[in-house]
Structure formats: C-alpha cells, structure tokens
C-alpha cells in the first residue's frame, strides 16, 4: 500500500501536532506538586489548634477531641474519655472532611485529580480558608456555651 506525498505530508503534521501535545502535558504534570501530602503544611491535625481553643474554654482534657454537641461529656476514673464519645470527631476527621469539602470544590475526590499547579495552590488557599472558618465557628460556639 503506497501513500501519496499528500497523505505523507498530512501524516507527518498530525505527528508533529501531537507530539506537541504530548510535551505541553508532559510539561503540565511536571509543574504538579505529588499529590501525596498536599496539605500537609495546612492541615488541622497538624496544628494545636482544636487543644489551644478548648483549653482556653477550659476543656484541657478534651486533647484533641472537639466539644460534643451537648457540651456535657464524662471521663472515666482513669480520666479517659469514655466510649460514649465515639460519635464526636478528632482532629484527624476533621481533615478528612474539610479536605473532601475543597476537593468537592475543584470536582475530585483525590488529590491527583487537581489537575494543574495552579489548582493545587488554589486548593490549599480554599483548605487554609475553610479551616479558619470552622476554628472561628468553633471558638465562637465555645464562647456561647461556657458562659
């Protein structure tokens, strides 16, 4: 089977063209940061955030476990948080969701799916922000119930 030297010329763009295609994406998924531990830098879990509000309310034996909703909780003898206290997030569920909330934002459920640098950056602002807002409500909430 002979080709024209049309159909070669033609042939030969369409190569060249995707070839440019292939090393503008190349390029783009190098500009990425590894998606494994894109908030590390921010993540609540990795602050003292939650302790440092809950101790100024004077809830140091909280730790890290957030006020549940009804304020009232128990320690055993030993001065553990009881089991009754399972349905009340941790710090590291705390990631989990807000991380879920910003990803949700940018149409992924994982890391790898911000498809850009700039996303990625976008995405740890949008982290930062949201976890301000639920420290602010938080404290806030606080304030109310320990008057």
């Given at each position: 089977m002979e080709i024209s030297e049309k159909e070669f010329i033609q042939m030969k763009s369409e190569i060249n063209r995707l070839t440019r295609m292939t090393d503008?994406?190349?390029?783009v998924e190098m500009e990425k940061v590894p998606a494994v531990g894109l908030f590390k830098g921010v993540a609540i879990n990795n602050t003292y955030e939650v302790e440092t509000v809950n101790a100024q309310h004077g809830h140091r034996d909280l730790d890290r476990y957030v006020l549940p909703a009804n304020q009232y909780y128990r320690l055993d003898n030993r001065g553990y948080i009881r089991s009754d206290m399972k349905d009340?997030?941790?710090?590291?569920?705390?990631?989990d969701m807000l991380r879920s909330l910003t990803l949700a934002a940018f149409g992924t459920k994982k890391n790898i799916g911000l498809?850009?640098?700039?996303?990625?950056?976008?995405?740890?602002?949008?982290?930062?922000?949201?976890?301000?807002?639920?420290i602010e409500a938080y404290r806030e909430r606080l304030d109310r119930v320990t008057e």
């Amino acid at each position: 089977m002979e080709i024209s030297e049309k159909e070669f010329i033609q042939m030969k763009s369409e190569i060249n063209r995707l070839t440019r295609m292939t090393d503008a994406l190349v390029a783009v998924e190098m500009e990425k940061v590894p998606a494994v531990g894109l908030f590390k830098g921010v993540a609540i879990n990795n602050t003292y955030e939650v302790e440092t509000v809950n101790a100024q309310h004077g809830h140091r034996d909280l730790d890290r476990y957030v006020l549940p909703a009804n304020q009232y909780y128990r320690l055993d003898n030993r001065g553990y948080i009881r089991s009754d206290m399972k349905d009340v997030p941790m710090t590291h569920e705390l990631h989990d969701m807000l991380r879920s909330l910003t990803l949700a934002a940018f149409g992924t459920k994982k890391n790898i799916g911000l498809q850009t640098r700039q996303d990625q950056d976008e995405a740890v602002k949008l982290y930062q922000t949201l976890r301000m807002v639920w420290i602010e409500a938080y404290r806030e909430r606080l304030d109310r119930v320990t008057e």
